[in-house]
């Protein structure tokens, strides 16, 4: 059973018969290491320096998603990538428009209600403070829908500064964590990015999360290109360790290297006595009590020992589940499985084509949270 409500199975029924969500995003796109990213919308007002929102094509003044919330639950559901449920795919909020942007806030309520029938653990980052009623809603979707909702507040830095010139200041946001706390949500302070000559006062950060009542901090990387390159330099930013970690800056996203400053970060955070997490995903798995999807405590990259224990909530495997679920997506017969901790290792009659390979070893390191390995023959 993939969904959980009968009657939102029903309605998904009714709108697959008519082809609505089809042409969606969210019909297609393959998970990003935070889940699948839920657009509520496009765009940003706040001009933070270091954004690479407007290096997606997507900037300007902030634009709800014209898709009615069932055509966006319709077109999650058809994504073959999708897997629903709690042990399913993460779903995450705010990556290219903040989701409690007043242009679009009304959207975000109504996705997030999708997203509490499909059952799947959510994750929301933002940098605004909305007003006491959406909090209240959400308190609602949460307590009568069961909500699965894992709350991010992005901080940079404490001190007035022109990275984000048009952003909320620092202490409403703090003022947030506070109240979103006081409400029961699981929330934590994205500490993004990391700008390596700022790491000082991203230590305030760190202070100023334990002071807000935060349950722990998500350390964040940093993209840049040439673009957001100038545009640090020009709010006072020394760029020069930046550019050394790069070794050829172009108009292409890359990611910085900021290892030794997560390192710091990450004891800092321990010290106060947070919870510390080096990518989103370990954070909205630590709040939904199930184990990451990205497998992260497979290797000491990712895994900070959040205390979520990851190992001991696996799914159960056998060969007629692993058999009975590649046969509902694939109807390819299964000759043998054989698993671990770690591995799902599946044998398969024949070999399937590269794209249903590729949405097989998704689906499967997701439902049965192992890393899949697909032989034929």
Same mark, same amino acid.
């Given at each position: 059973?993939?969904?959980?409500?009968?009657?939102?199975?029903?309605?998904?029924?009714?709108?697959?018969?008519?082809?609505?969500? *089809?042409?969606?995003?969210?019909?297609?796109?393959?998970?990003?290491?935070?889940?699948?990213?839920?657009?509520?919308?496009?765009?940003?007002?706040?001009?933070?320096?270091?954004?690479?929102?407007?290096?997606?094509?997507?900037?300007?003044?902030?634009?709800?998603?014209?898709?009615?919330?069932?055509?966006?639950?319709?077109?999650?559901?058809?994504?073959?990538?999708?897997?629903?449920?709690?042990?399913?795919?993460?779903?995450?909020?705010?990556?290219?428009?903040?989701?409690?942007? !007043?242009?679009?806030?009304?959207?975000?309520?109504?996705?997030?209600?999708?997203?509490?029938?499909?059952?799947?653990?959510?994750?929301?980052?933002?940098?605004?403070? !909305?007003?006491?009623?959406?909090?209240?809603?959400?308190?609602?979707?949460?307590?009568?829908?069961?909500?699965?909702?894992?709350?991010?507040?992005?901080?940079?830095?404490?001190?007035?500064?022109?990275?984000?010139?048009?952003?909320?200041?620092?202490?409403?946001?703090?003022?947030?964590?506070?109240?979103?706390?006081? #409400?029961?949500?699981?929330? %934590?302070?994205?500490?993004? !990015?990391?700008?390596?000559?700022?790491?000082?006062?991203?230590?305030?950060?760190?202070?100023?999360?334990?002071?807000?009542?935060? *349950?722990?901090?998500?350390?964040?990387?940093?993209?840049?290109?040439?673009?957001?390159?100038?545009?640090?330099?020009?709010?006072?930013?020394?760029?020069?360790?930046?550019? %050394?970690?790069?070794?050829?800056?172009?108009?292409?996203?890359?990611?910085?290297?900021?290892?030794?400053?997560?390192?710091?970060?990450?004891?800092?955070?321990?010290?106060?006595? #947070?919870?510390?997490?080096?990518?989103?995903?370990?954070?909205?798995?630590?709040?939904?009590?199930?184990?990451?999807?990205?497998?992260?405590?497979?290797?000491?990259?990712?895994?900070?020992?959040?205390?979520?224990?990851?190992?001991?909530?696996?799914?159960?495997?056998?060969?007629?589940?692993?058999?009975?679920?590649?046969?509902?997506?694939?109807? #390819?017969?299964?000759? %043998?499985?054989?698993?671990?901790?770690?591995?799902?290792?599946?044998?398969?009659?024949?070999?399937?084509?590269?794209?249903?390979?590729?949405?097989?070893?998704?689906?499967?390191?997701?439902?049965?949270?192992?890393?899949?390995?697909?032989?034929?023959?």
């Amino acid at each position: 059973m993939r969904i959980r409500d009968p009657h939102f199975a029903g309605l998904l029924d009714d709108l697959a018969s008519t082809g609505v969500g *089809r042409r969606d995003g969210h019909a297609y796109r393959a998970p990003r290491p935070c889940g699948l990213t839920c657009h509520v919308g496009w765009g940003c007002d706040h001009f933070c320096a270091y954004c690479y929102v407007p290096e997606l094509g997507l900037g300007g003044p902030p634009r709800p998603n014209p898709a009615p919330a069932g055509v966006f639950a319709v077109a999650v559901f058809r994504n073959p990538f999708f897997e629903p449920g709690r042990y399913g795919t993460f779903l995450a909020f705010g990556s290219v428009c903040d989701p409690f942007h !007043p242009a679009v806030i009304h959207q975000t309520l109504s996705y997030l209600a999708q997203a509490a029938r499909l059952g799947n653990p959510s994750q929301l980052a933002t940098k605004i403070r !909305p007003p006491k009623s959406v909090l209240n809603a959400l308190r609602w979707l949460r307590e009568e829908h069961q909500l699965q909702l894992n709350l991010l507040v992005s901080l940079t830095v404490l001190r007035p500064n022109v990275l984000e010139p048009y952003a909320p200041p620092p202490e409403e946001r703090l003022q947030l964590v506070g109240e979103l706390r006081d #409400l029961g949500f699981m929330v %934590d302070v994205f500490l993004r !990015p990391l700008i390596p000559p700022l790491l000082n006062q991203h230590l305030e950060v760190v202070d100023a999360a334990r002071a807000a009542g935060a *349950r722990g901090v998500v350390i964040g990387g940093l993209l840049i290109n040439r673009n957001i390159l100038y545009r640090l330099k020009r709010a006072g930013i020394d760029v020069s360790s930046i550019r %050394d970690r790069v070794q050829h800056v172009t108009d292409k996203l890359r990611s910085v290297s900021v290892r030794r400053e997560k390192l710091v970060l990450l004891r800092r955070v321990k010290e106060v006595g #947070l919870t510390a997490f080096l990518t989103a995903c370990c954070a909205n798995a630590s709040a939904a009590g199930v184990p990451c999807t990205g497998l992260c405590w497979h290797t000491a990259k990712f895994c900070t020992n959040c205390g979520n224990r990851c190992w001991e909530k696996l799914p159960s495997v056998s060969k007629e589940l692993v058999a009975d679920f590649i046969r509902e997506i694939a109807r #390819l017969p299964v000759k %043998d499985v054989s698993w671990n901790e770690r591995r799902l290792r599946v044998r398969l009659q024949k070999h399937p084509s590269p794209l249903l390979s590729r949405v097989l070893k998704v689906r499967l390191q997701v439902r049965f949270r192992r890393r899949p390995l697909l032989l034929a023959g």
